[in-house]
């Protein structure tokens, strides 16, 4: 079992930067693939980002050269930079974990967060 808690949303302007931090329990954390998705009022739960136990990023193309993944296996944690944040960024952001390699369909993920808000201001 993989427990994760998302940290890090809030509000903020366009153009500015939010880093959010998602702590995962279990001792075989190393081995997860991370991601992050997002959900905005009325949409579907989209891919944003994710990584593979060795380190490898994958992005969705809306956000590549404006967000970075990364994960710390010593700390249990996976974080979001998001810089140059937009308006159509606003969503609640989820961390998941799943055993296997990247995916982007959020069915295949194992383990989720509740949740973290972000709101970006025009």
């Known amino acids: 079992q993989v427990q994760l808690v998302e940290s890090g949303g809030g ?3 366009a153009g500015g930067s939010l880093r959010l931090s998602c702590a995962a329990s279990g001792r075989t954390f190393s ?11 009325g949409k ?3 891919f944003v980002a994710a990584i593979d136990w060795s380190g490898s990023p994958y992005y969705t193309d809306s956000v ?22 937009k308006p159509e960024d606003t969503a609640v952001y989820y961390c ?8 982007t369909k959020s069915v295949l ?4 967060g509740q949740g973290t808000q972000v709101t970006v201001s025009s």
């Open 11 to 13: 509000l903020v302007q």
């Open 31 to 41: 081995s997860y693939t991370m991601g992050w998705f997002r959900q905005a009022p």
């Open 44 to 46: 579907e739960r989209e």
């Open 64 to 85: 590549k050269g404006r967000f970075t993944i990364s994960r710390d296996n010593a700390k249990n944690a996976v974080y979001l930079q998001m810089n140059s944040l």
């Open 96 to 103: 998941a974990a799943r055993t296997s390699v990247i995916v």
């Open 109 to 112: 993920y194992d383990y989720w």
